[in-house]
């Protein structure tokens, strides 16, 4: 007998063993200091948080942001490149 009740949609939240990682790229004078309310942002969200700079690239900063939730207010600088990946089993 097989069963004629329509099978629900994927969910979208994470299983409790992925880990969401997001990385917002800014280049430019200011840039550090664009990033800073994004990772303070992420941080309130209980994400562990950082930011990197460039060894052969002058203003190029990276911010990382593992885990957390996304923040209700994202103050995500206008310019940004922005990779969202999931943590998974190898």
Known sequence: MTDS???P???SA???GDLDVRFFE????????????????W???????ELLT???QDDLWLL???????????PVPIGARVW???SVAP
Request: charged letters at 30%.
């Open 54 to 56: 460039a060894v052969d």
């Open 64 to 74: 990382v942001a593992r885990g957390g939730r996304e923040p209700e207010a994202l």
């Open 84 to 86: 969202r990946f999931r």
């Open 43 to 49: 941080r309130r969200t209980g994400a562990d948080v």
């Open 26 to 41: 800014l280049a430019g004078a200011g840039a550090r200091a664009a990033l800073a309310p994004l990772a303070d942002a």
């Open 9 to 11: 949609p994927p969910s």
């Open 14 to 16: 994470p299983d409790a």
């Open 5 to 7: 009740r329509p099978t």
